[in-house]
């Protein structure tokens, strides 16, 4: 599936996508998936994602604000998830940072996500290399993490995406890079987290690897466009919102590399 076709039949089904994310993102995440044409719903309480997530489309999972109750309610829908052929994305948010974040991002590697995204410094601590990330900034380059996202890909049958200047793509065979966006992403908080929602939302239409390129490049090609005129981070957040709504699937194509 092209990507194309996959904005396209995103739009015509508004997949409802569960999403486990952060206090932090849950606001852009949620508005990220309405402006690109899906439907959230954010629930994490372990009481009730067992009957939740077998009616969503695709499952989201992002580890950036842990408590014991919700890492509960994470295994228990990634778990519910697998049984019920609904297709999800893990986002393993500055795993490397406690001992216990590095535990529960293990935890849920090890169930087999559909697609992993991450930065580089998360994708190279996830495969056992050192890096330098800060917190949930990467402190190294998208290129540096090319080899550690292969690896993760071929050991746990999943698409991983590492996010930057340049995207990466791969499912362990194919690869793709994606070019676009701006400066100013990454002074929005949890641009990133709602990237990960994102792909939950194309997940929920399409193949895991057409799905995961295609979220890449929406969201390359509405950072660029909303990055002219804009102010700075404030501004530049409303017309991001703005830009996801009016991209065109023929537009997804502008930031693949060839």
């Known amino acids: 599936m092209t990507p ?5 039949a995103l739009r015509a089904n508004a997949p409802l996508v569960h999403c486990i994310t952060n206090y932090v993102a849950m606001n852009i995440a949620a508005n990220t998936l309405l402006a690109a044409g899906a439907s959230p719903a954010m629930i994490h309480a372990e009481e009730e994602v067992v009957d939740f997530t077998p009616l969503a489309g695709a499952l989201t999972i992002n580890i950036g604000t ?3 109750s919700w890492v509960r309610g994470m295994l228990l829908a990634a778990k519910t998830a697998i049984a019920s052929d609904v297709p999800w994305v893990f986002d393993p948010v500055a795993h490397f940072t406690t001992p216990y974040r590095s535990r529960v991002a293990q935890e849920l590697l090890s169930l087999r996500p559909t697609i992993l995204r991450g930065n580089a410094s ?3 601590a996830l495969a056992g290399e050192a890096g330098t990330g800060k917190g949930a900034d990467s402190g190294d380059r998208v290129e540096d993490a090319h080899a550690a996202a292969q690896t993760l890909a071929q050991t746990y049958g999943a698409v991983v995406a590492v996010t930057g200047p340049i995207d990466f793509l791969t499912d362990g065979v194919r690869t793709a890079q994606l070019s676009g966006g701006s400066d100013l992403m990454p002074k929005v908080t949890a641009l990133g ?9 194309y997940v929920a239409v399409a193949p895991a690897f057409d799905a995961a390129l295609a979220s890449l490049a929406h969201f390359k090609v509405a950072g660029s466009r909303a990055a002219i005129g804009a102010a700075g981070p404030g501004s530049f957040q409303v017309r991001f919102l703005d830009a996801l709504t009016a991209v065109q699937p023929a537009d997804l194509q502008q930031a693949i590399l060839p």
Request: glycine share 10%; proline share 0%.
């Open 4 to 8: 194309s076709d996959a904005l396209i």
């Open 66 to 68: 842990l408590s014991a």
């Open 122 to 124: 998360e994708i190279l």
């Open 193 to 201: 987290c709602a990237l990960t929602a994102l792909m939950g939302g």
